[in-house]
């Protein structure tokens, strides 16, 4: 596709990167999509997402912390954690605002920062779809790097001696005490420099963008609708975030509502994909759920 090109701006002693895509009907575009990659992807790849909108809508990516060019500046330090308000404030101070509707895309841990958006500010948008979502279940290896104090140092013990590390991982595995796909995992987080900068910066950077399933339920059930739908895209063969994350909100759901099916105008959807979604297939595949609970 390549029909966007990377911008930059700060904001508040930030600053931002994203891929900006213009609409095809660029004299009369009428909504903009706020997205979000995954980590350790880039803001160009939601791109690849751009067949899910009509000819009026253009596309703001924006870059996750530490990918790209967002990031804090100093005096900020390194860590500093970003907070919703600051990141909505920072985008409508570079889109401006025109008139025209939001909609939030995300893919993966770029869905939480969505989903975190649409919890605290519901009324900036009139649809929001969050694909492999991620900030559903923390996991294991988050909470432990991320909240513990013994985990930050851990961390930087892997940082330090990634060899040893990766030694540890083979034994383990070795002696199945870890199945396959945790010591894929594990791996890909562990053996690459640039990557284990990214989860200690970018984990900690994120770490206000957690969703709270009361109030997220809530505001759910007073603010989405068929006419601002929400929708969970899973993929069927995704063992990184898999469908069955979704249950507890689905249920806290269907204590607020009097929906089964459509819970309040929103949506929990399988395609026939594991955790990577970008390729043509799968959002065509996408696409065709999504207009099946339009007809």
């Known amino acids: 596709m390549n029909k966007g090109e990377y911008v930059k701006w700060e904001y508040l002693g930030w600053q931002f990167g994203a891929w900006k895509i213009p609409s095809e009907n660029s004299l009369h575009p009428s909504k903009i999509v706020i997205a979000f990659h995954g980590f350790d992807r880039g803001a160009?790849?939601?791109?690849?997402?751009?067949?899910?909108?009509?000819?009026?809508?253009?596309?703001?990516s924006v870059s996750l912390l530490h990918h790209g060019s967002s990031k804090p500046l100093p005096p900020l330090p390194i860590k500093e954690p970003l907070h919703p308000k600051l990141l909505i404030n920072a985008i409508e101070s570079h889109i401006g605002l025109d008139n025209v509707r939001l909609e939030l895309l995300g893919y993966s841990m770029g869905a939480r920062?969505?989903?975190?958006?649409?919890?605290?500010?519901?009324?900036?948008?009139?649809?929001?779809?969050?694909?492999?979502?991620?900030?559903?279940?923390?996991?294991?290896?988050?909470?432990?790097?991320?909240?513990?104090?013994?985990?930050?140092?851990?961390?930087?013990?892997?940082?330090?001696?990634?060899?040893?590390?990766?030694?540890?991982?083979?034994?383990?595995?070795?002696?199945?005490?870890?199945?396959?796909?945790?010591?894929?995992?594990?791996?890909?987080?562990?053996?690459?420099?640039?990557?284990?900068?990214?989860?200690?910066?970018?984990w900690v950077g994120h770490k206000e963008f957690w969703p709270e399933k009361t109030k997220l339920a809530n505001v759910l059930k007073d603010y989405s609708s068929s006419e601002k739908p929400v929708y969970f895209i899973f993929g069927s063969k995704d063992k990184i975030i898999p469908y069955s994350w979704s249950i507890p909100l689905q249920e806290k759901l269907e204590q607020v509502c009097s929906f089964e099916k459509t819970i309040c105008g929103v949506y929990f959807l399988e395609v026939p994909s594991g955790h990577v979604m970008r390729h043509l297939n799968i959002v065509e595949a996408i696409k065709e759920k999504i207009w099946k609970t339009i007809g």
């Open 44 to 60: 160009k790849e939601m791109e690849n997402f751009m067949p899910l909108y009509d000819a009026n809508t253009s596309m703001l």
């Open 113 to 202: 920062i969505a989903i975190k958006l649409f919890e605290e500010f519901p009324e900036k948008f009139s649809r929001i779809i969050a694909l492999a979502p991620d900030g559903l279940k923390m996991g294991m290896l988050y909470k432990f790097v991320v909240n513990t104090r013994i985990g930050r140092y851990t961390w930087k013990l892997i940082d330090k001696y990634p060899k040893t590390n990766r030694a540890i991982l083979d034994a383990i595995r070795s002696l199945r005490i870890i199945s396959e796909h945790k010591y894929r995992f594990g791996t890909f987080h562990t053996d690459n420099p640039e990557i284990r900068q990214r989860v200690a910066y970018g």
